[in-house]
């Protein structure tokens, strides 16, 4: 007899797909829908938005893998993860104020793929590519080619960190540092465990979100391996990209040792509301997340159509505070190139 507090333990698996059942994560990768027009076919967005999704994909290629597709409505142009994805050609307005490297990256890196900005912390660019564009990406314009580094520059930016010994933790990020093979995440993770002042791998992803299934064996044979203690921060904005895959995926993550932080952008049209964002903090600890940060929107030429005002941006945390508990707030935080940290609105 199932009691009424043992039916309350079972997890809700019932849609979990079967790992064994889904395509490894480098053939969903490959066969990522990478044509606007199949993207709008595929979600029955009708000829009118053509044109506008042409235009974008020129400035910034599509790229939505079928995952993540599954976890759109098709026929609602509205969608808040379609938002996400879906080019228009608002993307080719020039606006004051929104420009190529918002950030001012490029002057922070001493090594090819290593940007040391914040004290005690370096961010290693460890792939170039990305499992999904996001049409807000601020590294839409980024020199990704200049800073994809061979062995030999791994080397380079590794002494770096060697060299330093004010450093205690080494951010794995990118495009998504996911994207790249296991072998040579295994091969540079072995390296930066063997630096004594390391305490700490961060890996700053949205791969298990869009592509749960890269969560796999090997994933978990070289994270598993390293004394390095593991924080994963996702970047999920919507409670709707969480589906049972996802939370299947964390749980592994979990189970590994890795403490799960998310960070959102704020981004209008998709999760600028009280209920969207208390909908989303409120599935993220379903899932064993806890929300980190929530960024406002960094200027990127062809992002401005995503923006929420300052005002704007204040006022619904405001409200969040008064319906989640507190250790479900995400902070509120602008990135100031120049400045050695996030700093909180
Ligand atoms: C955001 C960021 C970090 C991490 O900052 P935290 O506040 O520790 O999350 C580190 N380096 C760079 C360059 C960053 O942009
Ligand atoms: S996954 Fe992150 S880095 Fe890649 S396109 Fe999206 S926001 Fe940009």
Not at 30 to 43: K, Q, T
Not at 54 to 76: K, Q, T, W
Not at 167 to 184: C, K, M, N, T, V
Not at 196 to 215: A, C, D, G, N
Request: hydrophobic share 45%; aromatic share 6%; glycine share 4%.
């Amino acid at each position: 007899m199932i009691t009424r507090s043992s039916a309350l333990l079972q997890r809700p698996d019932r849609e979990a797909r079967p790992l064994s059942l889904q395509a490894r994560w480098q053939t969903q990768l490959a066969r990522a829908i990478r044509d606007p027009r199949e993207l709008c076919r595929r979600l029955r967005l009708d000829e009118t938005f053509w044109p506008g999704a042409e235009r974008g994909h020129d400035l910034f290629e599509v790229r939505v893998p079928e995952a993540y597709l599954a976890r759109i409505r098709p026929g609602d142009p509205s969608d808040p993860l379609l938002r996400q994805v879906l080019p228009l050609a608002e993307e080719a307005l020039a606006t004051p104020g929104y420009v190529a490297d918002p950030l001012e990256e490029a002057e922070h890196a001493p090594a090819p793929g290593l940007i040391h900005k914040y004290a005690g912390r370096v961010l290693l660019i460890a792939s170039p590519a990305c499992a999904v564009n996001c049409r807000y990406c601020f590294r839409r314009h980024f020199p990704y080619e200049e800073n994809a580094p061979s062995r030999a520059q791994w080397d380079e930016s590794l002494e770096h960190i060697r060299r330093d010994t004010t450093i205690h933790e080494a951010i794995l990020s990118g495009g998504d540092p996911l994207a790249a093979s296991d072998r040579q995440l295994a091969w540079l993770v072995e390296r930066l465990d063997a630096i004594p002042h390391l305490k700490r791998l961060r890996i700053h992803t949205r791969l298990p979100v869009v592509i749960p299934e890269r969560i796999d064996d090997a994933l978990l044979g070289w994270l598993s391996a390293t004394r390095l203690q593991k924080v994963m921060v996702l970047h999920i904005n919507h409670a709707n990209e969480i589906d049972e895959a996802v939370i299947a995926a964390c749980r592994r993550l979990s189970d590994a040792g890795v403490t799960l932080l998310n960070q959102s952008v704020l981004l209008r049209g998709v999760n600028d509301s009280v209920e969207a964002l208390a909908a989303l903090s409120e599935r993220l600890f379903e899932a064993g997340i806890l929300p980190y940060y929530l960024h406002v929107l960094d200027p990127v030429a062809g992002a401005a159509h995503f923006d929420v005002a300052d005002l704007d941006a204040r006022e619904l945390v405001a409200g969040l505070r008064e319906v989640l508990p507190g250790f479900l707030m995400p902070r509120l935080v602008r990135e100031i190139p120049g400045e050695r940290s996030k700093t909180p609105l």
